[in-house]
């Protein structure tokens, strides 16, 4: 069965800079595309970053571009999400998240596994 695991998030200032991890597990994925994801509470969960497993495009939100970069080692089969320049309103639970054959995935609709988050806090 599939697996997602996140890991790599943490308490830290506002400027810190982080790298989040989510380790695949469970199928091949390189036809898929993965995503990350953020939920702060009180509030929708957003779309943050995507990844083609495949070709190595990526596509990333308004939020979050210049600051956020997505990556993957397919040898590890692990997708890293590093977060630079952190703000308190980056301060949330990041999900992980694989959508089979869409690009460029950036609605929740689209994901077919989830992990199961870790949270990151920034403050100021």
């Known amino acids: 069965q599939v697996q997602l695991v996140e890991s790599g998030g943490g308490l830290v200032q506002a400027g810190d800079s982080l790298r989040l991890s989510c380790a695949a597990s469970g199928r091949t994925f390189s036809s898929y595309a993965m995503g990350w994801f953020r939920q702060a509470p009180g509030n929708e969960r957003e779309f943050v970053a995507s990844?083609?497993?495949?070709?190595?495009?990526?596509y990333y939100s308004d939020s979050v571009k210049g600051r956020f970069t997505i990556s993957r080692d397919n040898a590890k089969n692990t997708v890293y999400l590093h977060v630079n320049s952190l703000k308190p309103e980056d301060t949330a639970v990041y999900y992980c998240?694989?959508?089979?054959?869409?690009?460029?995935?950036?609605?929740?609709?689209?994901?077919?596994?989830w992990g199961q988050g870790t949270q990151v806090t920034v403050s100021s």
């Open positions: 998240a694989a959508a089979r054959s869409r690009w460029p995935a950036r609605l929740r609709v689209d994901y077919n596994y």
């Open positions: 990844i083609m497993w495949g070709d190595g495009s990526t």
